[in-house]
T-cell receptor, first 119, second 116 residues
């Protein structure tokens, strides 16, 4: 079956430009996550969607970053006025549902990422 | 304070030997989950193993086992019978339950190199 897909795989842009990164989650997964991975670091949480709504956007670094998931499936991460410090790999993950209570978990399946380079 | 600490930037292991990758965590949430992911050079994060804070036994998945020491807040990954294909970055991660956060907190990773 198809996993999480992300496009483009690589994006090179100039400082100040606007970029959109797309994530196509596994079919039927209601929860979707965006992470950012800088060189030599682990992924850092950006935003989480449950269905169409952003349930937690506390990881977005500033208001230049925005994400949408209008139909509860595909999500787009949008970055305005890009800066060189935005250069990183942007990872998307999806899970069947978000966790409720209790000790059970819900595995997050990751996509291959989009490598963003801001010149 | 860092929620996940991985103190080994790099590790080497001889093929067919076992290796332990260290992970310590910090949380005040009594209910949490611990995860290990593998990230090969292709970049994709591959889930390996999970341990719940209330699980009584250490998790095992094939050649992977998790040495969970709750009092010490450690969740070390043990890979037995290392293979060349195990060479990759390994990340420990945690998700807290009662805070309501669903995201994973990751450590900085350990690069494992398996030597033939």
């Amino acid at each position: 079956g198809a996993g999480v897909s992300q496009t483009p795989s690589n994006k090179v842009t100039e400082k100040g430009k606007y970029v959109e990164l797309r994530c196509d989650p596994i079919s039927g997964h209601t929860a979707l996550y965006w992470y950012r991975q800088s060189l030599g670091q682990g992924p850092e949480f950006l935003i989480y969607f449950q269905g169409t709504g952003a349930a937690d956007d506390s990881g977005l670094p500033n208001d230049r970053f925005f994400a949408v998931r209008p139909e509860g499936s595909v999500s787009t991460l949008k970055i305005q006025r890009t800066e060189r410090g935005d250069s990183a790999v942007y990872l998307c993950a999806s899970s069947l549902r978000s966790d409720g209570t209790g000790a059970s978990y819900n595995e997050q399946f990751f996509g291959p990422g989009t490598r963003l380079t801001v010149l | 304070a860092q929620k996940i600490t991985q103190t080994q930037p790099g590790m080497f292991v001889q093929e067919k030997e076992a290796v332990t990758l260290d992970c310590t965590y910090d949380t005040s949430d009594p209910s949490y989950g611990l995860f290990w992911y593998k990230q090969p050079s292709s970049g994709e994060m591959i889930f390996l193993i999970y341990q719940g804070s209330y699980d009584q036994q250490n998790a095992t998945e094939g050649r992977y086992s998790l040495n969970f020491q709750k009092a010490r807040k450690s969740a070390n990954l043990v890979i037995s019978a290392s293979q060349l294909g195990d060479s990759a970055m390994y990340f420990c991660a945690m998700r807290e339950r009662l805070t309501g956060a669903n995201n994973l907190f990751f450590g900085t990773g350990t690069r494992l190199t398996v030597i033939p």
